[in-house]
Structures are given as C-alpha cells and as structure tokens.
C-alpha cells in the first residue's frame, strides 16, 4: 500500500532556494502526495512565482505578515494534518535540497521500525560535504546501528518524517517560540516519549552561507544576534520543560558563560552581543507557552 507523504516547507525572501526546494521534491523517487508551502509574507516575488504553480499537488499559504519560522512551521504541520489524510508530514526548510531517494530511505526506515518510533531525521550535509545541523544522539544510539539507524533526543527542520499519529497525540510545534529552537522544542517533546530515529542514508543538502554547526554568538555576524535570544530562552524552556531542573541550572550557567567569551573574542559590537545572552536567560526563566492540538 502506498504510504502518503505532505512536505511542508517553510519561505522568507529566498525564492531561488525555494525553486531548488521545490524541484528537489518533485523529483523523489517516491512520489510526494502533497506538497505544502508556508509562504511567510516574502517580498521578492514569491507569491506571484507560487500562484503561478499548476501542480495540482502543490497547496500554498500565504500569511499575511511574517511571524517567524515556528509560527511557518507550526501553521504547516496543522494545514497538513486538516487538509490532507496523508500518513506522514515531511518537515523543511526552504533552503533544504533532498537527495532523490532522501525520502525513499526515509520510508526504508520507517518498514524497518514497524511505524513504532517518534520521527526520522535524514543526513545533512553542507556545500562541502561536511555534516552540518547534526542531531542529539541519545544514551542507546547505537541500538538500531546495523539498519542505519541512530537513536536521537532531538533534530532540526531540515528534513524530518513525522507520522500522522504521532501529530495527532503530541501536537503542532510551538508557534510561540517564533525562531531558534521551535525544533529542538517539537522533537524533544516527541522523543521523550518515542524512540526517534536519524536514518544515515536519507541525505539532503543545507544550502546555507555558512556551516551553521561551526557558529556562536561569539563569531557569527551582527544581523544575527538577535535570533541568539530567542535561541536562548527557547533551550532554557525546553530544559524546564523536558528535562530537569538541574539542566535548566546547568543550562543557565553554560550561558552565562558566554559573556567572558564574547569579551575576549567578539566579533563586533560585544555589548550588544552580551545583551542578547542575559535577555535570553532571564526570558527563559519564565516562558511558558502551551502546545497546541490538531482538531
């Protein structure tokens, strides 16, 4: 029986990524059943190129301001669930380029586990075939090792399978915790109550400036540092939340840290860069919003 598959893919003003998104899924050796494109109110062009799409397949929404990436994805995943029956949603960035078979291997994890796990997560590579966006492993990840498959706490939206069931349970991401962390929040909340698994051979390509994996509020560029404070309160959150008030503590302490680094090896405008750690911090001692659930 064929197993029907949404992706959702969410776009700001990077249309020609969206392009190659877009055609990257359209050219899967498994057929996408829908595909869904959470346009989140770009200026460059996007919604007239999207209106223009007669792929019957394709289902768009344009939202009428940009209110940041979890609120993309987190609108996404319920239109998926509400507007199709497909059996799966496959989660994305727009800068994010599967391979052909990257949902084919996807789908060869997910016979071999039986439909019983949480999510699967693909292999992302950057420009340079260097890994990049790389998953939190858990304590038994090797468990599954000799199927391809390893055991992971969390992952990142760029290219993840997520039964419809499990959307079901656990709800939609978070749309409050608006970029930075809506991933970590949304798999951590699946994978701390089903086996979650990174499938080796379902690869994609992270088509971003730089390797995200080798960036810090110490060196990354100034138009960025704002995201660090959402990132911040949303990992505070997620540890209050998931884990332990000692990781929350623990937590608290790594990012405090950061400020003697940020005054010792800053990139630029270090007070704003500090700035940024403390509002974090003292946000995520208090934020607390509520998952919401597909009707």
Not at 48 to 73: D, P, Q, S, W
Not at 95 to 109: A, Q, R
Request: charged fraction near 30%.
């Amino acid at each position: 029986m064929e197993k029907k598959v949404c992706a959702v893919v969410v776009t700001y003003n990077r249309l020609e990524l969206l392009k190659k998104c877009l055609e990257s899924l359209f050219k899967q050796t498994i057929r996408v059943r829908h595909v869904l494109v959470i346009n989140n109110k770009s200026t460059d062009g996007t919604e007239e190129y999207l209106n223009g799409l007669t792929n019957k397949n394709l289902i768009v929404k344009n939202m009428m301001r940009n209110f940041g990436g979890a609120k993309g994805f987190s609108e996404g995943v319920r239109l998926a669930y509400e507007r199709t029956d497909d059996d799966f949603v496959w989660i994305m960035d727009d800068d994010t380029f599967p391979n052909e078979d990257c949902l084919e291997e996807l789908l060869k994890g997910d016979n071999k586990l039986k439909n019983s796990y949480g999510f699967l997560c693909s292999n992302a590579r950057w420009k340079d075939n260097s890994s990049t966006n790389i998953p939190e492993v858990s304590n038994n990840w090797g468990e599954k090792i000799d199927d391809g498959l390893v055991s992971v706490n969390t992952a990142t939206f760029v290219s993840i399978l997520v039964p419809r069931r499990i959307i079901k349970e656990l709800g939609i991401p978070t749309a409050e915790l608006f970029i930075w962390g809506d991933d970590t929040e949304y798999t951590t909340r699946i994978s701390s109550k089903y086996s979650s698994y990174f499938v080796t051979k379902s690869k994609v390509l992270h088509y971003t400036e730089n390797n995200l994996s080798n960036m810090t509020i110490v060196n990354d560029s100034f138009d960025r540092i704002k995201r660090y404070t959402f990132m911040f309160r949303n990992l505070i959150y997620i540890d209050r939340k998931y884990k332990s008030k000692r990781k929350a503590i623990r937590r608290i302490i790594s990012e405090v840290l950061m400020v003697p680094s940020i005054i010792r090896y800053g990139k630029d405008h270090r007070f704003y860069r500090i700035v940024a750690v403390l509002k974090g911090i003292f946000q995520g001692m208090v934020f607390n919003p509520k998952v919401k659930y597909v009707s």
